[in-house]
């Protein structure tokens, strides 16, 4: 039986089967048999050991450094959105339109997530539209792809290396990588070797050339902001589309901290929980009012669905809208002033130590840091700092000849800005990440060779001074961690659950 207060279940209906359940609450009858039992049990009950991974997780996130520049901290109110009834429900198909009956509420919601959407970032309606349902930037990318150009058409996206995104088209000398690349021919626009900025003049003279009927926007780890009305030229000039993916930035965008992409290109996407802070998901923005293309709000939504994907997730359109109404509030421009003066301090602290940072400082949320004049991978700076108690990520710097072995490590400070860390904060974090370098630097010496399997012998099973260091290094993190709350979750009540490591 399942458990409920014995004054809410009765078991003696004479007109149900003995295993048929009663529960009675505010004056309505509801009946459930043995064989759903389960439906009205909570997690940790049905499913323990998956309970156990989610509470391990969450200690992780309380006890450590979130600093994974495409990450940040939802609210509470959005996983409670994303948690929902909602995610019961099917809706292929657009608001008014649908393959599916009882929808009503479910158009209510996605026709004010939309309107969200705009408002947001200040567009008008009768200019800009958006499809709320891509599952993802990567899916609303293709999507926009799809709607915009035809399969072997020509397309041009920032490079990996140099900061782009892998569905902007990026492919090897062996290998197309993504969609993006096997379905379109792509070429490369690259960053200015000497300034580590866009070299606007370079992408003029090569479009010229390669005659794009696509331009991409957006990247996923350039520290600077962009110009798009020189891009807009570019793509005038050769009569092509411009697509912003503003993935990373759309928070700060929304927020007027940096420039806006809508003023010049014809469609742009992002995804919703970085600097966003929703949940993960996608939107496409396209203009209603191009010359020649008018049906292009229909190539949109056909493009999502049905010939990308099925049916929305209704749950996370919820969230979607009630992390957009957070964006429209008046304390959305302050958090993100401080997530930019928090990176900035951080590029300040890291520089003052002597480190090499591509374009030494940041306009945005990240810091790309180059750790190759210390004779670091990427990799194992984020191993150290995995061991530590700091999330980071490994990421390829301009000039990298392979991005499976990258020369730096991307940094964000949007999940500690969450966490309400202020300037002198992101100062102790910077320090913290000085003595990982180092300590890095240490055991890699102590490992006499330069594999990774050698360096993580060294510091989880050495009994040399680096192993020491990286315990006494990972008790201050924790500690230091542990002061911060954490959005979503009571922290006043949280233990540590069984088997989590990582502490001593």
Same mark, same amino acid.
């Given at each position: 039986?399942?458990?409920?207060?014995?004054?809410?279940?009765?078991?003696?209906?004479?007109?149900?089967?003995?295993?048929?359940?009663?529960?009675?609450?505010?004056?309505?009858?509801?009946?459930?048999?043995?064989?759903?039992?389960?439906?009205?049990?909570?997690?940790?009950?049905?499913?323990?050991?998956?309970?156990? *991974?989610?509470?391990?997780?969450?200690?992780?996130?309380? =006890?450590?450094?979130?600093?994974?520049?495409?990450?940040?901290?939802?609210?509470?109110?959005?996983?409670? #959105?994303?948690?929902?009834?909602?995610?019961?429900?099917?809706?292929?198909?657009?608001?008014?339109?649908?393959?599916?009956?009882?929808?009503?509420?479910?158009?209510?919601?996605?026709?004010?997530?939309?309107?969200?959407?705009?408002?947001?970032? !200040?567009?008008?309606?009768?200019? $800009?539209?958006?499809?709320?349902?891509?599952?993802?930037?990567?899916?609303? !990318?293709?999507?926009?792809?799809?709607?915009?150009?035809?399969?072997?058409?020509?397309?041009?996206?920032?490079?990996?290396?140099?900061?782009?995104?892998?569905?902007?088209?990026?492919?090897?000398?062996? %290998?197309?990588?993504? #969609? =993006?690349?096997?379905?379109?021919?792509?070429?490369?626009?690259?960053?200015?070797?000497?300034?580590?900025?866009?070299?606007?003049?370079?992408?003029?003279?090569?479009?010229?050339?390669?005659?794009?009927?696509?331009?991409?926007?957006?990247?996923?780890?350039?520290?600077?902001?962009?110009?798009?009305?020189?891009?807009?030229?570019?793509?005038?000039?050769?009569? #092509? $589309?411009?697509?912003?993916?503003?993935?990373?930035?759309?928070?700060?965008?929304?927020?007027?901290?940096?420039?806006?992409?809508?003023?010049?290109?014809?469609?742009? /996407?992002?995804? /919703?929980?970085?600097?966003?802070?929703?949940?993960?998901?996608?939107? *496409?923005?396209?203009?209603?009012?191009?010359?020649?293309?008018?049906?292009?709000?229909?190539?949109?939504?056909?493009?999502?669905?049905?010939?990308?994907?099925?049916?929305?997730?209704?749950?996370?359109?919820?969230? *979607?809208? /009630?992390?957009?109404?957070?964006?429209?509030?008046?304390? $959305?421009? #302050?958090?993100?002033?401080?997530?930019?003066?928090?990176?900035?301090?951080?590029?300040?602290?890291?520089?003052?130590?002597?480190?090499?940072?591509?374009?030494?400082?940041?306009?945005?949320?990240?810091?790309?840091?180059?750790?190759?004049?210390?004779?670091?991978?990427?990799?194992?700076?984020?191993?150290?700092?995995?061991?530590?108690?700091? /999330?980071?990520? %490994?990421?390829?710097?301009?000039?990298?000849?392979?991005?499976?072995?990258?020369?730096?490590?991307?940094?964000?400070?949007?999940?500690?800005?969450?966490?309400?860390?202020?300037?002198?904060? *992101?100062?102790?974090?910077?320090?913290?990440?000085?003595?990982?370098?180092?300590?890095?630097?240490?055991?890699?010496?102590?490992?006499?060779? %330069?594999?990774?399997?050698?360096?993580?012998?060294v510091a989880l099973t050495g009994d040399g001074e680096g192993a020491r260091e990286v315990k006494v290094l990972r008790k201050e993190v924790r500690a230091f961690a542990k002061k911060w709350p954490l959005p979503g979750i009571d922290v006043s009540s949280l233990t540590k659950p069984e088997g989590f490591e990582g502490d001593d």
């Amino acid at each position: 039986m399942a458990n409920y207060p014995s004054d809410f279940v009765r078991t003696d209906v004479p007109t149900r089967q003995s295993s048929t359940h009663t529960v009675f609450s505010r004056e309505i009858c509801v009946y459930f048999d043995e064989e759903n039992a389960d439906l009205y049990k909570p997690l940790s009950e049905v499913d323990p050991v998956v309970q156990n *991974i989610i509470d391990k997780e969450t200690w992780r996130q309380f =006890s450590g450094l979130e600093l994974i520049a495409s990450e940040n901290l939802t609210s509470l109110a959005a996983m409670q #959105a994303n948690g929902s009834i909602l995610t019961n429900k099917y809706s292929e198909g657009l608001p008014g339109a649908r393959y599916y009956g009882g929808n009503e509420y479910v158009d209510e919601l996605e026709n004010l997530c939309r309107e969200r959407a705009l408002k947001a970032f !200040n567009l008008d309606p009768n200019v $800009w539209g958006v499809n709320v349902q891509p599952y993802s930037g990567s899916t609303a !990318n293709f999507a926009a792809l799809t709607a915009l150009i035809q399969p072997q058409d020509r397309l041009m996206g920032l490079g990996l290396p140099d900061g782009g995104h892998l569905t902007h088209g990026y492919y090897t000398a062996k %290998k197309k990588i993504t #969609a =993006s690349a096997i379905y379109f021919q792509s070429l490369p626009y690259a960053l200015d070797a000497s300034t580590h900025l866009i070299d606007y003049p370079s992408l003029e003279k090569t479009a010229k050339t390669f005659k794009p009927r696509l331009i991409i926007c957006g990247a996923s780890a350039y520290p600077r902001d962009w110009d798009y009305k020189y891009l807009r030229k570019i793509a005038d000039s050769e009569q #092509a $589309w411009l697509m912003c993916d503003m993935a990373h930035t759309s928070g700060l965008i929304a927020a007027g901290e940096l420039a806006s992409p809508f003023e010049s290109c014809h469609v742009v /996407t992002t995804t /919703t929980h970085k600097t966003l802070r929703g949940p993960r998901a996608g939107l *496409i923005f396209f203009r209603k009012d191009v010359e020649g293309a008018k049906d292009l709000e229909k190539r949109v939504n056909d493009a999502v669905f049905p010939a990308c994907q099925g049916g929305p997730h209704n749950n996370t359109i919820a969230a *979607i809208a /009630t992390s957009l109404l957070q964006v429209a509030s008046p304390t $959305w421009k #302050a958090y993100a002033k401080q997530v930019i003066v928090n990176a900035r301090t951080l590029a300040e602290v890291l520089v003052g130590y002597g480190y090499k940072l591509q374009t030494q400082g940041t306009d945005n949320h990240l810091v790309l840091w180059d750790l190759r004049p210390v004779g670091l991978t990427g990799s194992k700076v984020e191993k150290i700092c995995d061991y530590v108690g700091i /999330t980071i990520n %490994k990421n390829a710097v301009s000039g990298d000849t392979s991005a499976a072995v990258p020369g730096g490590i991307r940094l964000g400070t949007s999940a500690l800005t969450s966490r309400s860390m202020k300037e002198e904060d *992101i100062r102790v974090v910077g320090e913290f990440l000085h003595r990982a370098v180092q300590l890095a630097l240490k055991l890699q010496k102590e490992a006499g060779s %330069k594999l990774i399997k050698d360096f993580e012998r060294v510091a989880l099973t050495g009994d040399g001074e680096g192993a020491r260091e990286v315990k006494v290094l990972r008790k201050e993190v924790r500690a230091f961690a542990k002061k911060w709350p954490l959005p979503g979750i009571d922290v006043s009540s949280l233990t540590k659950p069984e088997g989590f490591e990582g502490d001593d």
